[in-house]
């Protein structure tokens, strides 16, 4: 259905709006679990720097 929506029209902004939310939706869990992965490791090796 989303396809069909797509092919049809002629200017295609929804179908660069479709291809921009996907996008956007792929990106959040990468720079979620970046975000974590960076706090963990300065938790784990930033304490040792002040010892």
């Known amino acids: 259905m ?3 929506a797509l092919e049809s029209e002629e200017g295609g902004v929804k179908a660069e709006a ?4 996907i996008v956007y939706l792929m990106a959040i869990p990468y720079v979620l679990v970046g975000v974590i992965g960076y706090f963990i490791y300065k938790m784990r090796y930033g304490k040792k720097k002040t010892q």
Not at 18 to 21: E, H, S, Y
């Open 2 to 4: 989303c396809r069909a």
């Open 18 to 21: 479709v291809n921009d939310g």
